[in-house]
């Protein structure tokens, strides 16, 4: 699953030009969920980038801590909690890269999923809207799993499906038919992502600091 992100500052206007940022990308060597995270919509025909909080919370929802931070591709259309959100509110959250924790002997490895290239990532999730009164509302996020490719199944066997920055419009986009949508929750291609192990300081989400994603091994590749 996708527990933490790793999030660097990086130009968001390189991989959508059209981009209307609302605030600022919110960035942290070990981002977890029940926290605000920087998301991008479409909203009147344009991409925008705002806060959400990321564990899903639908209006029925009585206890914070039952809502979903993940939700798998293969479910979202049998599962109420995300049929309607996934059919019409989809989003992106830009990312550096996911943990994932490989079991050892005697403790779990903490590993850093980025692109080989250490470019950023855009994930695919799915918001809602809770409305607290006339005036005021939460939105709030889940992102959408996919099971992992052969290269990363050692580390964990569900991510993060990775959208393309060329599909982004096509993803967030209510009108685009479900095929369509549904073909982009795939595994990630094998040359995409590498993996490389970091200090257990990443285990404690209240480090911050940038040791936690301090490579501390070679990383884990698809050879060229």
Not at 67 to 87: G, I, V, Y
Not at 114 to 124: E, F, M, N, Y
Not at 155 to 165: E, W, Y
Not at 186 to 214: K, M, T, W, Y
Request: glycine letters at 4%.
């Amino acid at each position: 699953m996708a527990g933490r992100l790793h999030i660097a500052p990086f130009d968001l206007a390189r991989l959508l030009p059209e981009l209307t940022v609302d605030a600022p990308l919110m960035t942290s060597a070990n981002m977890a969920p029940r926290h605000m995270l920087s998301a991008i919509r479409l909203e009147a025909g344009r991409p925008r980038l705002s806060r959400l909080f990321w564990g899903l919370t639908p209006p029925w929802l009585e206890v914070l801590d039952h809502a979903p931070h993940c939700a798998r591709a293969e479910s979202l259309e049998s599962r109420p909690m995300f049929r309607e959100a996934f059919q019409v509110r989809r989003c992106l959250v830009p990312a550096s890269g996911v943990y994932a924790w490989k079991a050892q002997p005697r403790f779990k490895q903490p590993f850093l999923i980025t692109r080989v290239d250490r470019g950023p990532l855009l994930l695919a999730g799915l918001w809602c809207r809770f409305h607290t009164s006339l005036a005021e509302h939460t939105d709030s996020l889940a992102l959408i799993t996919v099971p992992t490719n052969r290269l990363l199944a050692p580390l964990t066997d569900r991510l993060p499906a990775v959208i393309d920055p060329a599909q982004a419009r096509r993803w967030l986009d209510p009108e685009t038919p479900l095929e369509q949508i549904r073909a982009l929750l795939i595994s990630a291609p094998l040359e995409l992502l590498g993996a490389f192990p970091v200090s257990r300081r990443v285990n404690n989400p209240a480090h911050q600091d940038a040791a936690c994603a301090h490579p501390v091994g070679p990383m884990l590749r698809q050879p060229d």
